[in-house]
């Protein structure tokens, strides 16, 4: 497979202002942000940089949309590996592959973007099968972060934190959490996003306890819904006259 087949090439321009997130999380991507911006003033006080951050929790909820907005602050190309399209049957294939990609975005000191982490860094000796094969790639990865250089950032983002191997937890120095949003949360989100509709089209009944993604789907699905009866409504109209302007 072609190194760029597993690469999931996304343009979308997204600040960190279209991310709707808890306000402590908020500023620790500003903090984050801003330290790869003065990374070298940083490093002249021998301080460290954080660059390898974990982001868990509920799916949904905009870790994906954090990490492109984090790329487009920087001004930095995103790579973005979704490691359940990763995995081989072979697994001494999958370690050169994500070698590869790791050596690819350290050089061009990328954003790199791993998702479902808990795909390939399940715990040590948790799988029956393969169980030796499955731990080298666990040690593959830890080396692999472990050698990342400064000046790139590595994002990875799980639903499973539980199921990650320790070792693999412990090389991140911010694991930021991921809650389903509140109903006032929610409000807000539904608020934004219909507020470039049209007055008639925003009043939807609401759904609660659901994740961004799922509110915004099914809020889009309404407002496509009642387009499409503003439209045939039209439509039957324009009939109605040219059927009475026929009579």
Do not use: W
């Not at 087949?5 to 984050?32: G, P, S």
């Amino acid at each position: 497979m072609n190194l760029y087949d597993l690469i999931i090439q996304d343009k979308e321009e997204v600040t960190l202002n279209d991310v709707f997130l808890e306000q402590t999380n908020k500023e620790q991507f500003k903090q984050l942000i801003k330290e790869h911006t003065y990374i070298k003033e940083i490093q002249e006080y021998g301080l460290p940089v954080n660059n390898k951050i974990l982001l868990q929790g509920s799916s949904g909820c905009g870790k994906t949309m954090t990490a492109k907005a984090i790329a487009n602050a920087l001004g930095k190309n995103i790579m973005i590996l979704n490691l359940s399209n990763i995995v081989s049957s072979r697994i001494g294939e999958t370690s050169q592959n994500i070698k590869m990609i790791f050596d690819k975005a350290g050089r061009e000191r990328s954003v790199l973007f791993l998702d479902e982490l808990d795909q390939i860094g399940k715990a040590r000796g948790s799988d029956d099968k393969d169980v030796g094969e499955m731990r080298r790639l666990v040690n593959t990865l830890i080396q692999l972060i472990d050698y990342y250089p400064e000046n790139a950032l590595l994002l990875c983002a799980t639903n499973h934190p539980e199921i990650i191997d320790t070792a693999i937890l412990r090389r991140f120095q911010l694991k930021i959490n991921y809650e389903m949003p509140s109903k006032e949360f929610l409000d807000s989100f539904y608020d934004n996003l219909l507020s470039k509709f049209p007055e008639d089209m925003r009043n939807i009944g609401r759904k609660y306890e659901i994740s961004f993604a799922e509110a915004k789907d099914y809020a889009f699905t309404v407002v496509k819904g009642r387009l499409i009866e503003k439209l045939e409504g039209k439509e039957n109209n324009l009939d109605q006259i040219l059927l009475t302007s026929k009579i």
